[in-house]
Each structure stands twice: as C-alpha cells, then as structure tokens.
C-alpha cells in the first residue's frame, strides 16, 4: 500500500488511512484512457489569449464588507478590518512548471504590490490553481499571514515555506482566527494532488467564515454528486450572507461532474444553502477544460431566470471587480 507523505491520522468516515474519499459519491478518480478520450475528442473551444481589466487598488482596511477578485479562486475578502486571501495565485501559469501549463489570460484583479496587509490566507486543496507555492512564498516575506487549510495541505505549504504560520482541520473543524472571526472548514466533493503518485493523500473543502459583518462561505471546488452537504452545511452553519461559489471548468460533463458544479448546479447550490447574495468564481482566469470563456456567465444568467432568481443576487466576478455588502 502506498504511504501517505502528508498526514499521517486515525481511519475516518472519509478517510480509508491512506487516502481521503468522498463518502457514497461517484469516484472522481481518471485514468490514462479517460484522459486521452478526452484530450483526443478534440472538443476545447480556443480562448483568448489575453482579456484585458482594471486592476483595483483596495484600501488598506474596511470596517464592512468587501470582496475583490483577483482571478480564478482567488480572491480579497476585506472584512471587520481584517484581510484575508482565498486560494492566492499569482503566478502565470497554474502548473508545478514554469513554461508549460494553463497560462492565465487576465492579469491578476489586484496587483501583488498593491495588496493591504494580509492577515491569513485561506486555502481550499492542494490542485496547482488553489495552492500556488510560489505566491505563498512571496506572501509569507511580505506579510506573514496565517495559513489556514485542510488536513495534509500544511506539508505542501511548509516543504516550499518552512517558517510559514500553518493550522489545518478536517471537515467541520471550526478553526478561531483571532477576536470575532473564525472559520470551520466545510465538505465539498472533489479530490486533490501534486503529482500521479499522491492522489487522494491531501483533504479538500471550503471555509465558512464567521464574522461581526457578516458569514462568508467559500465554496472550494465541488461537484454537486447527491447534493447533501450543500443542505447540511446550512442545518450546521446557517445560510451564508455572501457565497463564493465555483461556476466554470465543468466540460466536458461526463469527465468533470464528479468534481466540478455547472452553472446549473452552481445555482442549485446557491438555493440549497440560502445564500443572500453570491459571487461567481473560477472561470475566466487559466483555461482548465473545454468550455468557452464566456460560457460560463451565460449559462449562469440562463440558470438564475429558470430558478427565478435575481440576477443581482449571483454575479459572475470579473478580475478587479469589487463587491460591497451590507
């Protein structure tokens, strides 16, 4: 049996001691065979190579409610005078190499240097899109934020930033990141990896962020499967005043539905757990799957009017797009 380099903890309901697993949901695991039937199917629409944008320049504190993002699961969650990052990628391309891999075609929404100190970095699994180790090493000489993350993720972190200030938790794990503000790392269905050989090995999830201005809930990646954890993670934590819900990288379907919600299900997702408002993230910033770039924003306008829901209430987030709540 092959050895788990990152955790190292007791048998779970969706954790076998060597690898973690999405309890009674379609595996999630692919082949070669299904790599290259998918590859081979020729089905990827061309996208741009650049989109241009504005970046914003936030300010160095809010005392409410703001959200900036930056691109993909990146984003700035300003918020009761805290700072805090999602899943911060800043590199070119979302790949352990620097000069092959998805190469992004929207400049980060915030330039690195115009970032107000940060306070902790949230970080959802271990894919090359979520966990950059090049921007967590840059964020660690500039702001030394605290990282917070699921089981296994801390030896990734720490092999590429060895002082980095680091706290994991499994799934329900309710995690206090200093007065008033906490965050309890939420289930989603999806799977993680470095490489071929260490799949399975690192937990994913979400966070649900406790605040005085209110509940934030990151989705992480997620398929939508059998849909229970949506609706538990309401019974657990209460509908969320703002999610940060996924909405692209979903075709072709029969490859990526276990991992990855549509538009559609993005939607379901929004409804199932409450949500007052919710941004639409991870699409338009590095080309994972075959979709058009644009595709996802419509599909959402077309999903929101069939669920009857306000456009205004789910947005897609463009790259330097700032969002106020109340």
């Excluded at 996208?47 to 504190?61: D, H, L, N, T, Y």
């Excluded at 309890?184 to 005085?212: C, F, I, K, Q």
């Excluded at 209460?238 to 990288?249: H, K, Q």
């Excluded at 276990?258 to 949500?275: L, M, N, S, T, Y």
Aim: hydrophobic share 45%.
């Amino acid at each position: 049996m092959a050895r788990n380099r990152y955790y190292d903890g007791p048998p779970s309901d969706h954790f076998d001691g060597t690898r973690f697993f999405n309890p009674g949901q379609v595996s999630t695991d692919r082949g070669v065979s299904d790599m290259l039937r998918w590859k081979l199917a020729g089905g990827a629409v061309k996208w741009p190579a650049s989109v241009p944008i504005v970046p914003a320049k936030p300010e160095a504190r809010v005392a409410g409610l703001r959200i900036t993002m930056v691109g993909h699961a990146s984003l700035l969650i300003q918020v009761a005078g805290r700072n805090i990052l999602t899943d911060p990628v800043w590199s070119e391309r979302a790949s352990p190499f620097r000069r092959i891999g998805p190469k992004r075609v929207t400049a980060p929404g915030i330039a690195f240097n115009d970032l107000p100190p940060i306070d902790f970095v949230l970080l959802s699994h271990g894919h090359y899109d979520h966990l950059d180790v090049a921007t967590l090493q840059r964020l660690h000489a500039v702001h030394d934020p605290l990282m917070v993350m699921p089981l296994g993720n801390d030896a990734v972190v720490r092999a590429a930033v060895p002082a980095a200030r680091c706290v994991t938790g499994d799934w329900w794990d309710r995690l206090a990141l200093g007065d008033e503000i906490a965050t309890t790392v939420t289930p989603a269905y999806h799977w993680s990896n470095r490489w071929p050989s260490d799949t399975r090995m690192m937990l994913w999830g979400g966070h649900y962020l406790e605040t005085p201005a209110g509940a934030i809930w990151f989705v992480g990646d997620t398929g939508y499967g059998d849909g229970r954890i949506f609706g538990e993670i309401r019974g657990h934590l209460g509908a969320p005043d703002v999610a940060l819900i996924p909405i692209g990288a979903y075709a072709p379907r029969w490859f990526m539905a276990a991992q990855h919600v549509d538009p559609v299900e993005a939607v379901r997702i929004f409804c199932d757990v409450g949500a007052d408002r919710a941004l639409g993230i991870h699409w338009g910033t590095f080309q994972l799957t075959d979709e058009a770039r644009g595709a996802p924003v419509e599909e959402l306008s077309a999903a929101l009017e069939v669920a009857g829901v306000a456009p205004e209430r789910f947005v897609a987030a463009e790259a330097g797009g700032f969002f106020h709540f109340s």
